[in-house]
């Protein structure tokens, strides 16, 4: 059975800057950056312009996770996108990225199966879970990971809104999971779900129960409400959840690979809030060298936080043969999961 591993990491935000103090002048939030910065850690972010699709972000991540990996897009034999934010409801934004790569184009058309994982922050994981699987039972030798979201489309940039549109913003990462022969790479998950907190972070914009699904006028148009619109959180709910199921997701992925938190040379944390990564890194002694964030430049990018981390750590110098890497997420779901590798 091969290993699997990371063999290229690419990431790409789009470069409009929004700072906290422009979205109180620029879109009319009542907020400050002391509010703000105090309870996420979070200074900016980045919002695409109009015309900018999720896949148009992942494929700018995957261009550079490709060349980095040092393959062809034809060489890949599947493409996972993790969002939540797709380009439509249906299908996935992995077939518009399939197209954008060029894979459909020409006597070389190559029609590799595309599919879209909706597990919110820990889209990513699940997506480098079933990535690794695909790799180790031989199915795949190549698999393309993309974690994007375009969150600046889908914000309720106002006051009523400003408990999770200060949150938000919009990146993409990617990476190439490969088959290899050599004892390094992907060395164990543990993922996991808690439905009964379905409703605590959700956007019901679509709902299926209703017939139709949207309310319609008498012309056929769409009526939405904004508590249906707009996506609704319990912030400290949330909040508790994740600094628990973290904490308890890595200390067992940990246990069953026979490894501490000392073994770990870098630990990546989903950024959806630096308070709850201080946290969880002062309860297991994580000293602050051993992480790094960026939810202060670009604000949680939900299923495109960890390849973001990744791309910067690798392109930092931070990962080398051998380094030990732990990542972990927690999302809407409750979703959450664990990955810990070896470079
Ligand atoms: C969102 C979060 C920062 C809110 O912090 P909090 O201390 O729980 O704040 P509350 O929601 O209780 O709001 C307190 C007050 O601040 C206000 N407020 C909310 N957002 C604000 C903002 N951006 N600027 C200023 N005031 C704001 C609220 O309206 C509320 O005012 P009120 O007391 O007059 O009603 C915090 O709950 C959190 O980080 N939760 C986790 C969120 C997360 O990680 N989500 C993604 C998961 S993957």
């Keep these: 059975m091969p290993n699997a591993y990371i063999s290229g990491t ?20 009542d907020t400050t950056n002391e509010w703000i910065v105090k309870r996420t850690g979070i200074e900016a972010r980045r919002f695409s312009e109009r015309g900018i699709a999720t896949s148009d972000l992942g494929l700018e991540a995957a261009k550079k996770a490709i060349a980095n990996a040092k393959i062809e897009p034809h060489d890949l034999d599947l493409i996972i996108f993790a969002t939540l934010s797709p380009d439509h409801a249906f299908p ?32 990513f994981l699940y997506s480098l879970a079933t990535a690794t699987s695909f790799v180790k039972s031989g199915a795949a030798k190549h698999v393309l990971v993309v974690g994007a979201e375009t969150h600046s489309a889908a914000l309720d940039l106002t ?19 490969s088959a290899t022969e050599e004892d ?3 060395r164990s998950f543990k993922l996991g779900a808690d439905g009964r907190h379905a409703d605590a972070l959700a956007q019901r914009v679509w709902d299926i129960k209703k017939r139709p699904f ?6 056929g148009n ?19 959840n994740a600094v628990e199921r973290m904490t308890t997701v890595l200390m067992e992925t940990l246990l069953a690979q026979g490894w501490t938190g000392n073994d770990i040379d870098l630990f990546l944390f989903h950024q959806a809030n630096l308070r709850i990564n201080q946290y969880i890194a ?48 927690f999302g809407s779901g409750f979703t959450w999961g664990s990955c810990l590798l070896e470079w």
């Design 10 to 29: 690419g990431s790409f935000v789009p470069p409009n800057v929004v700072t906290n103090d422009e979205l109180r002048e620029k879109y009319g939030i």
């Design 92 to 123: 996935g934004s992995g077939v518009y990225l399939q197209q954008k790569l060029g894979l459909c184009d020409g006597p070389n058309a190559k029609f590799v199966p595309a599919l879209d994982v909706r597990n919110q922050c820990s889209g």
């Design 159 to 177: 006051t009523r809104g400003r408990g999770i549109a200060a949150l938000f913003g919009d990146g993409a990462g990617a990476v190439v999971v």
């Design 184 to 186: 390094r790479g992907i």
């Design 214 to 219: 949207i309310d319609v006028d008498e012309n």
């Design 222 to 240: 769409g009526l939405v409400p904004a508590s249906d619109l707009w996506a609704n959180m319990d912030g400290k709910l949330v909040f508790k």
């Design 282 to 329: 002062d309860m297991l002694a994580i000293p602050p060298e051993k992480t790094i964030h960026n939810i202060q430049r670009y604000g949680n990018t939900t299923a495109a936080t960890i390849p973001l981390l990744l791309d910067e750590a690798n392109q930092t110098g931070r990962l080398t043969p051998g380094t030990k890497v732990a990542l972990v997420a």
